[in-house]
């Protein structure tokens, strides 16, 4: 599934061999200048026999340096975490392999442990298994998870507890080898206090290292002190102090004295973490399955892994989320296309909501959702409202629909009896899909969708002292939905009151345009008016000359009559065409101060205020000119009239039974 960036991706591998634990030679280069110097890589000279072009130019591209260079990749903690964490690990490897780097690092607590040798021997199966999927070596470190031992009935703690058993199936608990121009160091932070055999990370007098690690260590560094770059892996990051006690000190101090070593990362806090010291880069690493509150995940509690790339005189590290890491190869041209066609998805709902008099509802609404595409998809229908007056039963539900196949679920909705306040809000439908192909699943952005309502059966508005309008700032808008508004194929008129505080190059006014339908529109206060018939646009635009003034009341009208669009602007005609055919449907609402968006949001908003909006069968205004009514009363045409003269909760009222819904900082204002 491809989804947001901390999404965890599920993902299959096949099993491979073990990581090999080997070294080679130092390399010849000389030391670098620093362990923190960053030098911006000089380009190499241009060379004619490596580039090659036709053509003439004066500019000479700088060509990238052929000098040695690679890239590795490090693990944060596996353990700690649910079972389902080693599908986080699984998709790690996955996504690893899509990389490509020269080598994988890990910072220990590579199995859930603290247990006796049967599920110990368990769980390092089903690591290493899992591990070896990688196509690049990897290479462990020893944790407090893969070494402590948990006593069980007839079994006593050894001494060593599970250090014998790691070094049989993972490697030595030390060990440094030798890649390119770089050495890495991997040390052991669990040794067993060296008086009483305690072994407590929790305690500082247990975070010693052994005189026979630091003699190994010392050698080492001495073996490495030539290669420009060396790294160093251990689990527990003792270098941040507190319980860890100043043991650490020792080990710094011959780190800072070779001169070369270039960072430190560790891990078992579970959060990522970053102290420098001494020309040393310290890291911290989080996890990759391990436990994870992810409380702020851009402050470095997530699950994720560390690339490091290492050139001559710089190195650079990055943190990719497990999950942000695509196999371009899965993109095919289907799903390029298909994949964006399930936003576009509009459920579809046969009755409005009625609202009763006393402001209870009690209805079964069906949901039918259509698969345009043509590979399988899983859905998932989701109900939920701020409003806790709502019983929703069932509150979500999802399956499997077939290639172009469909499904209907109902839903039962009751509303206790209560005034229809600014509290009063109906449940909204969240719709989402995962479009399925043969190797992968992509995640299609969740949308939520406004439940058709009827408010007739209301006792009506009484009118304000003086008439209100709708104002509109920033984004706001009222929307009507689909449902509310059938109107049938063949003429038609759409018609408001709008006064714009500005117009800008494109602002939608009554609109509902998603190539099909119908919508009025001001581009820099000229007036269009737009119709998609027999399966393209027809539209007319006013003159520069007739623009509409900002601050201004203006009345506006598109018609269609069957022969011909046209467009009025103050009851006077200011552009026609002639125009024919079926008018092409969508299941979108009508955005009041916008335009709308395939995924039914609002676009394209208006600056100022509408009043008056009337959407009617047939064409309502013939010739040339007419004189516009501040005022309309609903009749046998009127599918739609929204006079914007009272308010239920976040609903205008309107009539035959329609309502908008107020949007986004939407209000009535006395006018």
């Known amino acids: 599934m491809r989804a947001p960036l901390l999404a965890l991706i599920y993902a299959t591998l096949a099993l491979s061999g073990p990581a090999p634990l080997a070294a080679s030679d130092l390399p010849s280069d000389g030391p670098s200048d620093g362990p923190q110097e960053v030098r911006q890589q000089e380009p190499a000279p241009v060379d004619a026999g490596r580039f ?17 260079s690679f890239f590795f990749v490090v693990y944060g903690d596996r353990t700690g975490g649910p079972d389902e ?70 079994e006593r703690r050894p001494a060593e507890e599970h250090e014998g058993r ?59 002190k030539d290669a420009p770059h060396v790294f160093v892996f251990c689990h ?45 880069e310290y890291f911290a690493l989080a996890t990759v399955g391990g436990h994870q509150g992810g409380s702020v995940p851009e402050a470095g509690y997530l699950h994720c892994y560390d690339l490091v790339t290492v050139r001559p005189g710089r190195i650079e590290r990055a943190t990719l ?11 095919t041209g289907e799903v390029s296309a298909e994949a964006p066609r399930l936003t576009r998805v509009i459920p579809s709902i046969a009755r409005p909501i009625v609202i009763a008099e006393d402001g209870s509802v009690k209805t079964e609404i069906e949901v039918t959702i259509q698969n345009p595409v043509a590979r399988p998809v899983e859905m998932e229908l989701r109900l939920a409202s701020p409003d806790p007056r709502w019983r929703l039963t069932p509150d979500h539900a999802h399956g499997r629909l077939a290639a172009r196949g469909a499904a209907t679920v109902k839903f039962q909705l009751e509303h206790s009896p209560s005034e229809i306040d600014g509290a009063f809000q109906l449940p909204s439908l969240a719709l989402g899909f995962d479009y399925l192909t043969d190797t992968a699943r992509f995640a299609i952005p969740v949308r939520e969708h406004p439940l058709p309502i009827d408010l007739s059966a209301l006792p009506p508005a009484s009118r304000p002292p003086t008439e209100q309008v709708l104002q509109l700032r920033g984004s706001a808008h009222a929307r009507v939905s689909a449902a509310s508004i059938p109107l049938p194929d063949g003429p038609f008129t759409v018609e408001a009151w709008v006064k714009g505080r500005s117009f800008a190059a494109r602002q939608g006014l009554v609109c509902r345009t998603e190539n099909s339908e119908y919508g009025l529109f001001a581009d820099s206060g000229r007036l269009s008016f737009s119709v998609h ?46 125009a024919s055919g079926p008018r092409t449907p969508n299941q979108l609402p009508l955005i009041v101060g916008g335009d709308v968006q395939s995924s039914g949001g609002a676009t394209s908003t208006l600056s100022g205020e509408i009043d008056e909006v009337r959407l009617s069968r047939g064409a309502r205004y013939l010739g040339r000119e007419f004189t516009p009514q501040r005022r309309h009363a609903p009749d046998a045409q009127t599918v739609l009239l929204l006079p914007m003269d009272g308010a239920l909760g976040p609903y205008l009222r309107g009539a035959q039974a329609a309502g908008a819904t107020m949007a986004a900082g939407a209000r009535l204002i006395l006018e």
């Not at 020792?250 to 270039?262: F, S, T």
């Not at 989320?321 to 993109?331: H, Q, T, Y």
Request: glycine fraction near 10%; include cysteine; charged fraction near 25%.
């Open 52 to 68: 090659i072009t036709s053509r003439r130019s004066a500019l000479e591209l700088p060509l990238p340096d052929e000098s040695d």
């Open 85 to 154: 964490g080693v599908e986080i690990l699984r998709a790690a490897v996955d996504e690893t392999n899509l990389l490509g780097p020269d080598l994988v690092m890990t910072v220990g607590d590579l199995i859930q442990g603290y247990n006796t040798p049967e599920p110990w021997m368990a769980q390092m199966r089903e690591f290493r298994g899992v591990m070896s999927g990688l196509r690049s070596p990897w290479f462990p470190v020893a944790g407090n998870h893969d070494i402590y031992f948990r006593e069980a009935a007839g």
């Open 166 to 224: 790691y070094e049989m199936h993972f490697g030595p608990l030390w060990y440094a080898f030798k890649h390119k121009s770089a050495w890495f160091i991997v040390l052991y932070t669990d040794e067993a206090n060296p008086k009483t055999g305690e072994r407590n990370f929790g305690k500082a007098e247990c975070q010693v290292m052994s005189p026979e690690q630091l003699a190994w260590l010392d050698e080492t560094l001495e073996v490495t």
């Open 236 to 280: 527990h990051p003792r270098w941040i102090g507190g319980k860890y006690g100043s043991d650490w000190d020792k080990v710094h101090r011959r780190l800072v004295a070779a001169g070369n070593v270039k960072g430190v990362f560790g891990g078992h806090i579970h959060r990522m973490r970053y102290d420098p010291r001494d020309g040393i």
């Open 321 to 331: 989320p497990v999950g942000a890491a695509m196999d371009p190869r899965e993109i």
């Open 533 to 578: 018939l027999d399966g393209a646009y027809v539209k007319v635009k006013a003159a520069e000359e007739d623009g509409m003034t900002p601050g201004q009341w203006h009345h506006v009208a598109g018609v269609f009559d069957g022969e011909e669009v046209r467009l009025y602007l103050d009851g006077e005609l200011v552009a026609r065409a002639p």
